[in-house]
């Protein structure tokens, strides 16, 4: 597998210049980092998931969210699920992979796909704010916690968003 730091970075501790830049423009974090390294560790058994690129792979509370292009997400899911299958099986927890998309209201449908969404409102100002709404009877079974979505969103898309619970 491919990820946003290099081989060297993946081994060792501490980023090199050009891998630390990286991060710090795409705002990931340390705890992204490790996910990484154990991804690359446990895709060396897989020889078909040797040139798949991952953009990002974020743990959840009980799953591991990884985002690709649509080419590699088809990939790492393989044939009927089964690469993922292997890969959750391996990792010990869930994994869902996600298409990068160039419009946030297609990535929070397909990151949220089994949750349902009230609606995804839009604050236009200075800075656009995307407001996702969800049922106050889902706040348990988001795939990944509401401050850890709101990072992933500003990251990729350069844009603020909060989910919003609602009765």
Same mark, same amino acid.
Do not use: W
């Given at each position: 597998?491919? +990820?946003?730091?290099?081989?060297?970075?993946?081994?060792?501790?501490?980023?090199?210049?050009?891998?630390?830049?990286?991060?710090?423009?795409?705002?990931?974090?340390?705890?992204?980092?490790?996910?990484?390294?154990?991804?690359?560790?446990?895709?060396?058994? +897989?020889?078909?998931?040797?040139?798949?690129?991952?953009q990002?792979?974020?743990?959840?509370?009980?799953?591991?969210?990884?985002i690709?292009?649509?080419?590699?997400?088809?990939?790492?899911?393989?044939?009927?699920?089964?690469?993922?299958?292997?890969?959750?099986?391996?990792?010990?927890?869930?994994?869902?992979?996600?298409?990068?998309?160039?419009?946030?209201?297609?990535?929070?449908?397909?990151? +949220?796909?089994?949750?349902?969404?009230?609606?995804?409102?839009?604050?236009?100002?200075?800075?656009?704010?995307?407001?996702?709404?969800?049922?106050?009877?889902?706040?348990?079974?988001?795939?990944?916690?509401?401050?850890?979505?709101?990072?992933?969103?500003?990251?990729? +898309?350069?844009?603020?968003?909060?989910?919003?619970?609602?009765?």
């Amino acid at each position: 597998m491919k +990820f946003p730091i290099c081989k060297e970075c993946l081994r060792n501790d501490i980023l090199c210049d050009k891998c630390a830049r990286n991060v710090g423009d795409k705002l990931i974090k340390i705890d992204e980092i490790r996910m990484y390294r154990t991804l690359n560790n446990v895709s060396r058994k +897989f020889s078909l998931l040797k040139d798949v690129e991952v953009q990002r792979a974020i743990k959840g509370k009980d799953i591991i969210l990884i985002i690709a292009d649509k080419e590699n997400a088809s990939k790492i899911i393989g044939k009927e699920g089964g690469m993922v299958e292997r890969l959750s099986k391996s990792l010990g927890k869930q994994i869902r992979v996600v298409s990068e998309m160039s419009k946030l209201e297609d990535f929070v449908k397909e990151m +949220f796909y089994s949750t349902h969404i009230i609606g995804i409102n839009v604050i236009y100002g200075e800075k656009d704010q995307y407001k996702v709404k969800i049922p106050s009877s889902e706040k348990g079974r988001l795939p990944i916690e509401p401050d850890r979505f709101a990072k992933i969103v500003r990251s990729i +898309f350069g844009v603020d968003a909060e989910i919003i619970f609602e009765n």
